[in-house]
């Protein structure tokens, strides 16, 4: 069976999550149900980044150790997942055992190697994005992502002859086109390394919430020299059963995060002789009116109360549909109503129940046989054919939104199908015949996309299993016998008023 190892960022539990958070998990969750449906062995990890001086800080405001703080986060993290259907296979935390030797065994073979070495810090670093800046990196004074002003440090720390890499990691990054997509991204990241490298602090004394140094307890390690192994730590590294998925196939991150998961993770794996990932797939920002979500503003979207007012389904279609994969978007509850009202309740919703409620109440809920097909019957035939396909190799090329628009495509035309066969006119058979079996293929292809309806399709189907065990491929041809009893449909999806 091939494998496929698909993680997201693991997000900093300082505060509740929020709209950008639920926006990669359900991108990266799009894509490994895509991948379960082509038979690949799927691990899918997820999870949170807990140490650090942005946590410490936060906890002692909130009047808690870090650790009472991050396990009360945490809940919410989860909870997020399982409201949108996150089908991970392992939740990963910093602060775990497991997570914590895999880390440690990593500074100490860097150490070993001869690439670590004590020396003394002094610059910038922004507490929010825990990141060292120069000077001429800032934007007006001010951390060019956060907007705030980067503190002084000055300390004593081990530095990461990262400096070394600079010309192999030019190399990997010229050599594997898709390590770094989309290409601006590597374009970005290529210009940088045209600059010297410099070697990376990377532990710290200044507070105690992290993992200690394996041969200098008076030090933490930095907490991206922490946070990066995770995608290590979650397949077992360095047990054997770590090569069953190592190397990763996608790191699914932010446009905020490219630098480390690619210039200094990539430097990491290539000092510990760990290959690097295939892929570090870089998504958009969603955005308020144009505008980075801010605490400030008061404009940070809780993605809880969204599913708990319109479900899942119509939040994952939303954010998938509306957001080119890659760039950035906008997100409004109006156009989320839009969405949902004219496309999956209008179009896809629509189709599914006029065509299940037609055979439910005039074919006594059996399946029609169909005769000899005529050229709309025809068409509609390899139009499902030709949607599995085409939807297919833009899922395998990673565009989402592509993918769906043209599994769309598919139920519009479905609809006009319908329409233009007017069953309700006598000759039905084909048209119901092949609705049905329509409805079973567009179940399958919507699945990665909804999966919470389109079990439900299958489900008024009467079919055996469930639509996550299917086979993508299988959606291009029939599999609704005719004789088959179907269950009373449902409407699919609700309506919300402008
Ligand atoms: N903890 C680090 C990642 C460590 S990975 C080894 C971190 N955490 S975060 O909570 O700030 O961000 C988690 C992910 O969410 C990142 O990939 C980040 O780019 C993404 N997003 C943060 N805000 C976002 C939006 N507004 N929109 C989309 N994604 C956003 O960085």
Redesign the pocket.
Known sequence: MPKFFIT?????PSSRP????A??KICADVIARYKRLNGFDVHFSTGT?EHGMKIQRCAAKAGKTPRQFVDGMVVHFKELCRELNISYDDFIRTTEPRHIKVAQEIFRRIHEKGEIYKSQYEGLYCVE?ETYYLRKDLKDDKCPVHGKEPEMVREESYFFRMGKYQQKLIEHIKKNPDFIRPESKRNEILSRLKEPLKDLSVTRTSFDWGIKVPMDGKHIQYVWMD??I?YLSTVGWPGPESRKFWPADVHL?????VWHHTVIWGSILMSAGVELPRTVFV?????IKGE??SKSTGTVVDPLRLVAKYSADPLRYFLISEIPFGEDGDFSEDSLVTRNNSELADILGNLVNRVLTFVYNKCDRKVPEPSDYDSLDEKLVHNMKSCTDEAGKLMDNLQLQEALDRIMMLAKSGNEYFQTKEPWKGESANCLYLGANLIRSLAILMEPFIPGSAEKMWQFLNLPGSVHRQKWESAGGPGVKPGHTIKKPEPLFRKFKD
Not at 18 to 21: F, I, S
Not at 283 to 287: A, E, K, L
């Open positions: 997201t960022a693991i997000d900093y929020h709209l950008g958070h926006y990669e980044d994005c946070a990066l995770n991150i932010g446009k905020d995060i998504h958009g920002f969603v955005n980075k979500m």
